[in-house]
């Protein structure tokens, strides 16, 4: 479980396999709890999801010396915002969307080590000037515009890819359309800054958390910005 080579969407899928795993035989199990820990990159969980086992976790009710462990490292993140470590598996570039003659659906990778593109499923609706970002090792595309002969629509959505499966799915829109949209992740929520909607710039700035499925938006920007 130690190895770089295992493809998983997020490193919580490792931690929970071990805690499952000791969980469903608890009596000859967890004595190898702490080795698992060790094992599993902790600094690449997602803080709120290490906040959570530590405050719900069963298995660490019952283990005061993993619990330790795992608090100091959660410490760690959260003070010192350490850099996350490097991702499991073989790390691609992503190019979605985009402009030629008129916005494009198409999604490629690129893979360094073989220097080779690869084609993956479209986003099914043509799509430029759109903010991209990861989370949880999902890709997600944020507003944009489809400009075409026949439509010429500033976006609202937001889209979900899935690496594993090379399939699309819909969240929940925005509140406010948003072409040439800024688009960040902080401690495990999406934002959507600034952006344009037909001829009017915003200001404001929205957020999306993954957990409750809504946006909503925070403090504005002094200027709108694109």
Request: proline letters at 6%.
């Amino acid at each position: 479980i130690s190895q770089d080579s295992i493809k998983v969407l997020c490193e919580s899928e490792v931690y929970k396999a071990c805690t499952d795993w000791v969980h469903s035989d608890m009596e000859s199990r967890a004595q190898y709890l702490h080795a698992l820990l060790n094992a599993v990159h902790i600094y690449a969980l997602p803080p709120k999801f290490l906040k959570n086992q530590l405050l719900s976790c069963p298995i660490l009710s019952k283990a005061n010396s993993c619990k330790d462990f795992l608090s100091k490292i959660f410490q760690e993140m959260t003070l010192m915002k350490l850099p996350p470590p490097p991702i499991r598996g073989t790390q691609l570039i992503y190019v979605a969307g985009g402009y030629k003659q008129h916005s494009l659906s198409t999604m490629q990778a690129f893979d360094p080590r073989r220097s080779v593109w690869i084609k993956l499923a479209s986003m099914g609706t043509p799509c430029s000037g759109l903010g991209a970002c990861t989370l949880f090792g999902l890709i997600y595309i944020v507003g944009g515009r489809n400009l075409s002969l026949e439509s010429n629509t500033d976006s609202s959505s937001l889209c979900c890819y899935n690496p594993m499966t090379n399939q699309w799915s819909q969240r929940a829109s925005l509140n406010t359309p948003r072409n040439r949209v800024g688009v960040g992740v902080v401690d495990g929520c999406i934002y959507a800054v600034g952006g344009s909607q037909d001829s009017v710039h915003h200001n404001t700035v929205e957020r999306w958390d993954p957990e409750s499925n809504r946006w909503s938006f925070v403090c504005p920007m002094s200027v709108a910005r694109l």
